[in-house]
T-cell receptor, first 115, second 113 residues
Framework: DTAVSQTPKYLVTQMGNDKSIKCEQN?????MYWYKQDSKKFLKIMFS???????INETVPNRFSPKSPDKAHLNLHINSLELGDSAVYFC??????????????FGPGTRLTVL | AQSVTQLDSQVPVFEEAPVELRCNYS??????LFWYVQYPNQGLQLLLK??????LVESINGFEAEFNKSQTSFHLRKPSVHISDTAEYFC???????????FGTGTRLQVFP
């Protein structure tokens, strides 16, 4: 059973389009995250939700909007895609927020390519 | 604010040789330290973490890391690497007063036969 799953695995789209990435975890965790990994492998937090409430919102363009319909799901919607949005996006989950030091479990990633 | 520096972007090594991946951190408050591993085309997995107590922590696959507060370091070591250890290794920190896990830029460990 996959603990943290993301769809799609690959996403190729044109500039200006709107796209969504879905994430689901079956670990019963309360906290979920979105990270962006750029072409140099640098990994940076974008958003974090705890019990469906936004607790971290990094300096991310407002074209990016996370949505958590329930504790097991955290989706990422991106409007008006730009070339610089090309990256691998990772979803992760943990029982409690990061300061608790609970292990974060990562999904397999979604490779977004904007042409 | 916290930051993490991984001095080596790539570390090539032959199989069965020892390896050390370096990690230094900067923080004005106490931190917790982690090493995550990313195998090719996969997400990150926790390798080991230091929270408190003994400064030497070990993973189940033979890696160990030592927390050195005076040198603000958390270097990762393995006495004998395998081909299967080829991966990207990320050092990360979180402080008690923030919910952000801050990652270093990663070190690619390439093990050659």
């Amino acid at each position: 059973d996959t603990a943290v799953s993301q769809t799609p695995k690959y996403l190729v789209t044109q500039m200006g389009n709107d796209k969504s990435i879905k994430c689901e975890q079956n670990l019963g965790h309360d906290t979920m995250y979105w990270y962006k990994q750029d072409s140099k492998k640098f990994l940076k937090i974008m958003f974090s939700y705890n019990n469906k409430e936004l607790i971290i919102n990094e300096t991310v363009p407002n074209r990016f909007s996370p949505k958590s319909p329930d504790k097991a799901h955290l989706n990422l919607h991106i409007n008006s895609l730009e070339l610089g949005d090309s990256a691998v996006y990772f979803c992760a989950s943990s029982q409690a927020p990061a300061r608790s030091t609970d292990t974060q479990y990562f999904g397999p990633g979604t490779r977004l390519t904007v042409l | 604010a916290q930051s993490v520096t991984q001095l080596d972007s790539q570390v090539p090594v032959f199989e069965e040789a020892p390896v050390e991946l370096r990690c230094n951190y900067s923080s004005s408050v106490s931190v917790y330290l982690f090493w995550y591993v990313q195998y090719p085309n996969q997400g990150l997995q926790l390798l080991l973490k230091y929270l408190s107590g003994s400064t030497l922590v070990e993973s189940i696959n033979g890696f160990e890391a030592e927390f050195n507060k005076s040198q603000t370091s958390f270097h990762l070591r393995k006495p004998s690497v395998h081909i299967s250890d080829t991966a990207e290794y990320f050092c990360a920190v979180v402080s008690y007063n923030t919910d952000k896990l801050i990652f270093g830029t990663g070190t690619r460990l390439q093990v050659f036969p």
